[in-house]
Each structure stands twice: as structure tokens, then as C-alpha cells.
């Protein structure tokens, strides 16, 4: 029942994305293999480290990569997905990707996850919008806080069934290759 509830109009197309990524994927050779797993990495060390920071709803997280690019797990999402298409090797789809994440799916993403932030935090989310970059880490952190990388909080946030996912889809490349 929980899976029927993560299948939305705005997820088919995800799901779409992904099935024909598998289908005509065509790891021609290693560079762009290793290629993609990097990204695949550096985009899941993102995505583990915001999510074992993040307290969704409860708190305003700037703590851990919150310190140094506001949108860790979309940073994360972008190097996942195009890592994924490297090792497919499908130039057309990363094209189609590039157009996606910046004319949809991030776009989005910021007015709605921002007028969230501003209605509940008001200026102190303005201060740290203006200050941290939204997909490009900064090299200076933004403030130190007390809060710790947390184990419970990254399976909290269901990071593990991406991290799976990923394992997974690494599998079925590696197959093809």
C-alpha cells in the first residue's frame, strides 16, 4: 500500500525515465562506467549525509551539508541520475535529464520546499538563503551547530531504499556491460 502512495502523475515520468534508462542503456565501456559510479558515490554521500541531519518538519537544518549548500539531497539526486545515465551511456536522455532538473524538477522543488521554509523560519530562512548556494557547496561553512551525523535519522529518512536502489541499478549496468 505504501508503494501505491509513492505513484503519482509526477512520479510516472520518473518511473518512465528509469525503465527506459535500463532498457536501451549501452555501457560501451569502462571509463564511462567508473564515470557514473563516481557520480553515483559523491551524489549518495550527499544524499547520506543530509539525511542523517535532517529533521523534516521539526527543525530548521543547517547543520552537516545544510551548512554549506541548502538542497544537499537534490545535489545528491542530480549526480545519482546523471551517474546512472553515463554508465547507460545514453546522451540523448542526459540531455533530456539537463532539461528536467533545471526547467521542472528543481524549480519546483524550491518554491515549494521555500515557501514552506520562509512561512515557518521568515527571516531566519531569508538570512540563510542568501548566504548558503542552493546547488554548488560553498567551501565556508555557514554556521557550526551542534547536531551530529545520525545513523537513525538518515534510515529515518528513508535513505536506505535509495541506497539499494542504487546497488541494484549498478547491478543490472554492471550485467550489460
Known sequence: MKLLKKITLRTIPVYIGVIVLFYFANPINDFFFIAGIILIVVGEFFRIWGCGHLVKTKEFTIS???????????????????????????????????????????????????????????????????????LLPSLKAYKNTPRKWSFKRMLENSELGIIILDIIGIAILFWKL
Do not use: C, S
Open 64 to 134: 552537516g551539508p545544510y551548512a554549506y549548500v541548502r538542497h544537499p539531497l537534490y545535489l545528491g539526486t542530480y549526480l545519482i541520475a546523471t551517474g546512472f545515465i553515463l554508465m547507460a551511456h545514453l546522451w540523448w536522455l542526459l540531455f533530456i535529464w539537463q532539461i528536467v532538473f533545471a526547467l521542472y524538477y528543481y524549480p519546483r522543488k524550491e518554491v515549494i520546499e521555500g515557501t514552506r521554509l520562509l512561512a515557518i523560519y521568515g527571516d531566519e530562512f531569508l538570512n540563510y538563503m542568501k548566504r548558503v548556494p542552493a
